[in-house]
């Protein structure tokens, strides 16, 4: 290699760049806005669409996290749990008299001291899969949730806490918790993809031990990264609280599953070590407009749920039939 | 190593003594839990209240062996409770439709859609290659939905049912109760399974190395499917007796009891990175879920710690496993230096 240079960057090309996994999913946003303003007529309006985001986006700030930690190889269940929990404490503060701006942010320590317990869990008993500690978390912090609240519901908040779940930003027809969602997009796609930190998360996705070698703190950045997680849940909590106007023990059951499939559907490997934040925020949109028009159209909840189950199935294998299909072509 | 199989090449003295003593420790654990219980309230270890708590615990208990297998093979399996719901609904229907079966034949027909729904979450896991956690969750929501779905929001109610459906998990045998009767059965089934033939120890082998297993010969994704089939049939078989029993089908039977089946093979000693695991442990694992079951409302303490608790059991017994597992590594390192 005398005197050749290796470029860093991949040279462009119009063919590659239009075959990425993203514009698949771009084609699949169009294609449910088209079906579905076809099936009722006025949902295509800007309108319409905007308030549909609202329905949906209370649950995805995690999606934001949950993507740094499927990318690791790890994997988080406990995050609907967390939701319940940190909205139970949030709500109960503020009816014990707590000032509401003091009780969110106390919902948010919660939230972040959920995370920081799965991370401590993880990292410090590496014989332990993400799996089973999660799994019984899960458990725990919906668990103390009931224990605190048991059958109650709490709503009793001031009226300003409402414009979380309902309110839109100044005079715009852009809901606030869109623009919410889009500040922490871009801060997220930023950390992953743009600094060292969202490098060593890919290099630890791609082999733990070696980048344990190679002087990456893993530990401490596992640690990061779930605390992060259950930051987001807490915000994620505030939103949806606001939204429903009160909260309850079993609030968010069930959305870990989407929340995964949403991340995997986004062309993230569950393997760790491959994926993209511009994919699972585009994935969410697919799967939130679907299920808003599903909604408008009286299709029982329960069918999406089966839906999203077969996807998130379906997402993950159908990668590996191709590669099998492509290894016996060749042989 | 005649009873002692259960290890898999065991080979190390110290590590079988564990185990044995492992399972002694949990038993008089149980024991000595048992007699605390009893003195905060004197009804506990009563012979109703024994063999009632034997009887809620029977489903718990043959369903934690499949998910023993299920996670010697390093998998999870979190649609057992959705697989109980749906195979429960349908024999639920099929017993409302033709009143007249015999018992016998209705949890048949239970065992085999169990089988029938587990060889889908096998065939996904062991030929789709999909990881067992993502797998089963996506079939954890599409039986519960499925179970929605054909049952349109209805429950099946005991009145609908015939009285030879209802009385399967009353009658006795031998003084016994049936249901006591068949966890017995697929214990001893299991124990023989496990230890004394070739497929039970393919398992093991799977499960302690995947890729040695591959290389001498075992077909792994055969035995994937075997696993995620038997769990899925042990389910199934679960289904008929809880709807039996409850003398009732709903949309949300059994919600949640995953954890619990999880729960019952942690606490047994069941290493949730596969390989090892004991007929016995999961047995006493069983025993002592129950325990906390039934002791809960005698001394008092409201049904709504009852989730918290068990997330906290789990995430002791897990600890508690790794612990003895740094003990042993520790151990092993030591004799290799001398």
């Given at each position: 290699m005398a005197g050749g240079i290796i470029s860093s960057k991949k040279s462009f090309n119009l063919i590659r760049f239009f075959l990425q996994w993203e514009w698949m999913l771009v084609i699949l946003i169009i294609a449910v806005i088209v079906v579905n303003s076809i099936i009722s007529g006025n949902y295509a309006s800007i309108n319409g669409l905007m308030d549909a985001t609202m329905v949906f986006l209370d649950k995805s700030f995690i999606v934001l996290t949950m993507v740094f930690i499927i990318i690791m190889g790890d994997i988080d269940i406990s995050v609907a749990s967390n939701i319940a929990l940190s909205s139970v404490v949030m709500s109960v503060t503020h009816s014990a008299g707590v000032n509401m701006i003091a009780s969110m942010l106390i919902g948010l320590l919660v939230g972040a001291g959920c995370g920081f317990i799965n991370g401590i869990l993880v990292s410090r008993f590496k014989e332990l899969s993400a799996i089973i500690v999660t799994l019984a978390t899960m458990s725990i912090y919906r668990g103390i949730a009931y224990v605190i609240l048991g059958d109650q519901v709490v709503s009793d908040f001031p009226d300003w806490f409402s414009y979380f779940g309902w309110g839109y930003v100044g005079n715009t027809i852009i809901p606030f918790m869109l623009a919410a969602f889009i500040f922490f997009a871009i801060i997220f796609a930023l950390i992953l993809h743009k600094t060292s930190f969202g490098r060593r998360v890919f290099a630890i996705g791609n082999s733990q031990e070696s980048s344990r070698f190679s002087g990456i703190p893993v530990e401490r950045i596992k640690l990061i990264v779930f605390t992060l997680t259950g930051l987001m849940c807490a915000v994620s909590a505030i939103f949806l609280t606001s939204r429903l106007g009160s909260s309850r023990p079993n609030i968010a059951q069930g959305y870990e599953l989407e929340i995964i499939a949403v991340v995997v559907l986004g062309g993230v490997s569950i393997n760790g070590g491959k994926g993209r934040m511009l994919g699972a925020v585009l994935a969410l949109f697919v799967i939130g407009l679907a299920r808003y028009a599903m909604g408008l159209k009286n299709i029982p909840g329960q069918v999406m749920i089966v839906a999203i189950g077969l996807l998130l199935i379906f997402s993950v294998m159908l990668p590996n039939l191709l590669k099998k299909i492509k290894i016996s072509k060749i042989y | 190593m005649k009873s002692d199989a259960k290890v898999l090449p065991a080979g190390k003295i110290n590590w079988s003594n564990l185990v044995k003593f492992r399972e002694l420790g949990l038993a008089i654990f149980i024991i000595l839990l048992c007699v605390v219980i009893n003195i905060r309230n004197d009804k506990f270890l009563t012979w109703v209240n024994i063999s009632d708590m034997f009887l809620d615990t029977s489903i718990l208990s043959f369903m934690a062996l499949g998910m023993m297998l299920v996670i010697v093979t390093r998998g999870i399996d979190l649609s057992v409770a959705s697989i109980l719901a749906l195979s429960g609904m349908i024999t639920g229907f099929i017993v409302i439709a033709f009143p007249h079966i015999h018992p016998a034949f209705t949890a048949t027909i239970g065992l085999l859609l169990g089988i029938f729904f587990g060889s889908i979450t096998g065939m996904i896991i062991?030929?789709?290659?999909?990881?067992p956690i993502i797998a089963t969750l996506g079939m954890m929501s599409v039986y519960r939905g499925i179970t929605f779905i054909i049952s349109g929001g209805r429950w099946v109610n005991a009145y609908q049912m015939p009285d030879s459906f209802r009385n399967m998990t009353r009658n006795t045998l031998f003084g016994i109760n049936n249901m006591i009767v068949i966890a017995i059965i697929i214990y001893i089934i299991f124990y023989y399974f496990i230890n004394h033939t070739r497929t039970g120890r393919w398992i093991f082998a799977t499960g302690s190395s995947p890729e040695a297993a591959r290389v001498s010969g075992i077909k792994i994704d055969r035995i994937l499917l075997l696993v995620y089939m038997i769990m899925g049939g042990l389910s199934g078989l679960g289904g008929v007796l809880w709807v039996s029993r409850y003398a009732s089908a709903q949309n949300d039977t059994a919600a949640g009891f995953e954890l619990t089946v999880i729960s019952a093979c942690v606490l047994g000693g069941v290493n949730i990175a596969g390989g090892s695991g004991t007929v016995l442990g999961v047995l006493l694992g069983s025993i002592l879920i129950g325990i906390i079951n039934n002791a809960l409302p005698m001394i008092r303490v409201s049904p709504f710690w009852k989730l918290a608790i068990q997330g906290l059991v789990i995430i002791i017994a897990v600890l508690v496993n790794v612990f003895i597992q740094r003990d042993i590594r520790r151990r092993n390192t030591l004799l290799r230096k001398i």
């Amino acid at each position: 290699m005398a005197g050749g240079i290796i470029s860093s960057k991949k040279s462009f090309n119009l063919i590659r760049f239009f075959l990425q996994w993203e514009w698949m999913l771009v084609i699949l946003i169009i294609a449910v806005i088209v079906v579905n303003s076809i099936i009722s007529g006025n949902y295509a309006s800007i309108n319409g669409l905007m308030d549909a985001t609202m329905v949906f986006l209370d649950k995805s700030f995690i999606v934001l996290t949950m993507v740094f930690i499927i990318i690791m190889g790890d994997i988080d269940i406990s995050v609907a749990s967390n939701i319940a929990l940190s909205s139970v404490v949030m709500s109960v503060t503020h009816s014990a008299g707590v000032n509401m701006i003091a009780s969110m942010l106390i919902g948010l320590l919660v939230g972040a001291g959920c995370g920081f317990i799965n991370g401590i869990l993880v990292s410090r008993f590496k014989e332990l899969s993400a799996i089973i500690v999660t799994l019984a978390t899960m458990s725990i912090y919906r668990g103390i949730a009931y224990v605190i609240l048991g059958d109650q519901v709490v709503s009793d908040f001031p009226d300003w806490f409402s414009y979380f779940g309902w309110g839109y930003v100044g005079n715009t027809i852009i809901p606030f918790m869109l623009a919410a969602f889009i500040f922490f997009a871009i801060i997220f796609a930023l950390i992953l993809h743009k600094t060292s930190f969202g490098r060593r998360v890919f290099a630890i996705g791609n082999s733990q031990e070696s980048s344990r070698f190679s002087g990456i703190p893993v530990e401490r950045i596992k640690l990061i990264v779930f605390t992060l997680t259950g930051l987001m849940c807490a915000v994620s909590a505030i939103f949806l609280t606001s939204r429903l106007g009160s909260s309850r023990p079993n609030i968010a059951q069930g959305y870990e599953l989407e929340i995964i499939a949403v991340v995997v559907l986004g062309g993230v490997s569950i393997n760790g070590g491959k994926g993209r934040m511009l994919g699972a925020v585009l994935a969410l949109f697919v799967i939130g407009l679907a299920r808003y028009a599903m909604g408008l159209k009286n299709i029982p909840g329960q069918v999406m749920i089966v839906a999203i189950g077969l996807l998130l199935i379906f997402s993950v294998m159908l990668p590996n039939l191709l590669k099998k299909i492509k290894i016996s072509k060749i042989y | 190593m005649k009873s002692d199989a259960k290890v898999l090449p065991a080979g190390k003295i110290n590590w079988s003594n564990l185990v044995k003593f492992r399972e002694l420790g949990l038993a008089i654990f149980i024991i000595l839990l048992c007699v605390v219980i009893n003195i905060r309230n004197d009804k506990f270890l009563t012979w109703v209240n024994i063999s009632d708590m034997f009887l809620d615990t029977s489903i718990l208990s043959f369903m934690a062996l499949g998910m023993m297998l299920v996670i010697v093979t390093r998998g999870i399996d979190l649609s057992v409770a959705s697989i109980l719901a749906l195979s429960g609904m349908i024999t639920g229907f099929i017993v409302i439709a033709f009143p007249h079966i015999h018992p016998a034949f209705t949890a048949t027909i239970g065992l085999l859609l169990g089988i029938f729904f587990g060889s889908i979450t096998g065939m996904i896991i062991s030929k789709g290659g999909v990881p067992p956690i993502i797998a089963t969750l996506g079939m954890m929501s599409v039986y519960r939905g499925i179970t929605f779905i054909i049952s349109g929001g209805r429950w099946v109610n005991a009145y609908q049912m015939p009285d030879s459906f209802r009385n399967m998990t009353r009658n006795t045998l031998f003084g016994i109760n049936n249901m006591i009767v068949i966890a017995i059965i697929i214990y001893i089934i299991f124990y023989y399974f496990i230890n004394h033939t070739r497929t039970g120890r393919w398992i093991f082998a799977t499960g302690s190395s995947p890729e040695a297993a591959r290389v001498s010969g075992i077909k792994i994704d055969r035995i994937l499917l075997l696993v995620y089939m038997i769990m899925g049939g042990l389910s199934g078989l679960g289904g008929v007796l809880w709807v039996s029993r409850y003398a009732s089908a709903q949309n949300d039977t059994a919600a949640g009891f995953e954890l619990t089946v999880i729960s019952a093979c942690v606490l047994g000693g069941v290493n949730i990175a596969g390989g090892s695991g004991t007929v016995l442990g999961v047995l006493l694992g069983s025993i002592l879920i129950g325990i906390i079951n039934n002791a809960l409302p005698m001394i008092r303490v409201s049904p709504f710690w009852k989730l918290a608790i068990q997330g906290l059991v789990i995430i002791i017994a897990v600890l508690v496993n790794v612990f003895i597992q740094r003990d042993i590594r520790r151990r092993n390192t030591l004799l290799r230096k001398i």
